[in-house]
């Protein structure tokens, strides 16, 4: 078993530590009994969670009350599915001595999380992520909310767990699509903050398809430990904490110019792609978009913008980011692999707006 302590003096709790290690989904509960004894513990999970058979693997002959979210996906990522989980815990009598435990990907840790920060004023959570982009993202961190008919992530809190426990097995229940996507917010982490776990990507980039769950073990502890000391430094994202969006603007315009048909680290990869173009023309790279697109490739992701995208549309997507000052966005930008470009203290930089449509002009 890997732990890991995160340590954010900013909120009340203070600390939380993940624990990592495979095949370890069937002793959680026992350890939740022991470490929260005086806790109603409820399950939040999903239906593909549950079909796969994590949850009876988590609880094992215990009988908690559990909510499956159905249909599971970002469908069901909106405020009507909090209430009918807040609304199942106070008819089952559930008080402030909840301990709600997410158990999925990042739709149930985000629905979950935002149902444990707004219940009864907050109530404890734990993060049991199931998925690649959980297991590096979501689940660690605190960022915990729901989308509103018009945007994603419209109602929301800064909501840190109480413990993540990670077992990398259950990914291997993944569909293909879903655990490649997942794996770029890692190719992400290695880009911004390391070098040598970049190249660990490069080395064992066939075994991470073929799902080795030493090598998986690892790629999770790396990408814990880079999240959780950037969240550590900044966790409500005042500054510092705008690196992990690295790829993002791009990415997410991609996204939502795909109306949603591409995969969030699909859109990632291409933002990636974009922002390396980026530097390049800023003068800031030296011959390591090859590698980077290389590996992208490998992951078995996209890595240009599909043709049936509309380019003015996508540039008034940019345009309307949630970040942007004066209808254009700051860029988070690599001076080398695992190294952020910092301009007089800021991590998110000016780019000339005709430099970002040359290059989306380009990336098609
Ligand atoms: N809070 C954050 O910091 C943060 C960071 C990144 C992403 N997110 C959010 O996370 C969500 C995306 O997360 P996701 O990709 O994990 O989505 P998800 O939770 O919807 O999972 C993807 C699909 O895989 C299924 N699934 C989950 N675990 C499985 C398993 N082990 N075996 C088989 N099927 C399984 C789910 O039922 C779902 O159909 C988005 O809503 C995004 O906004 C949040
Ligand atoms: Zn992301």
């Not at 340590?7 to 009340?12: A, L």
């Not at 998925?131 to 909501?159: E, H, L, M, R, Y």
């Not at 940019?318 to 690599?334: E, G, I, M, T, Y």
């Amino acid at each position: 078993m890997v732990r890991l302590d995160v340590k954010i003096p900013q909120v009340e709790a203070g600390s939380y530590t993940i624990y990592i290690e495979a095949g370890s989904l069937c002793a959680i509960w026992e350890r939740l009994e022991a470490d929260y004894p005086n806790l109603q513990k409820f399950v939040v999970t999903d239906a593909n969670v549950a079909a796969a058979g994590h949850l009876a693997t988590l609880i094992g002959k215990n009988s908690p009350q559990v909510y499956s979210i159905d249909p599971p996906g970002e469908a069901s990522k909106h405020i009507d599915t909090v209430i009918a989980i807040i609304e199942e815990l106070e008819k089952a009598f559930f008080g402030r001595d909840t301990l709600i435990v997410a158990l999925g990907g990042g739709t149930v840790g985000d629905i979950a999380g935002f149902a444990a920060a707004i219940f009864k004023r907050g109530v404890k959570v734990v993060q049991i992520p199931t998925t690649t982009v959980a297991q590096a993202d979501s689940s660690v961190g605190g960022k915990t909310g729901v989308d509103s008919s018009i945007s994603k992530n419209a109602f929301g809190a800064f909501w840190q767990p109480e413990a993540v426990f990670i077992d990398v097995k259950t990914l291997l229940t993944l569909d293909d699509r879903q655990y490649c996507a997942g794996l770029i917010e890692g190719v992400k982490h290695a880009l911004i903050a390391d070098s040598e776990y970049f190249e660990f990507y490069e080395k064992n980039v066939d075994a991470i398809k073929n799902r080795d769950l030493d090598v998986l073990g690892e790629i999770a502890l790396k990408n814990c430990q880079i999240k959780a000391s950037v969240v550590e430094k900044d966790p409500t994202e005042k500054n510092l904490r705008r690196i992990l969006n690295y790829g993002h603007t791009i990415g997410h315009a991609v996204e939502t110019a795909s109306g949603f048909e591409l995969l969030h680290g699909e859109s990632v990869a291409i933002g990636i792609i974009a922002a390396g173009m980026i530097e390049e023309e800023m003068g800031l790279a030296t011959g390591r978009l090859g590698r980077i697109e290389q590996i992208l490739r490998k992951l078995g992701v996209p890595v240009r913008i599909p043709a049936e995208i509309d380019k003015k549309q996508l540039i008034n997507i940019v345009k309307r980011d949630k970040k942007a000052v004066n209808q254009w966005p700051k860029f988070v930008l690599l001076e080398d692999i695992g190294k952020v470009l910092c301009k007089n203290g800021q991590w998110a930089v000016d780019v000339p707006r005709d430099l970002v449509e040359k290059i989306l002009t380009d990336l098609y």
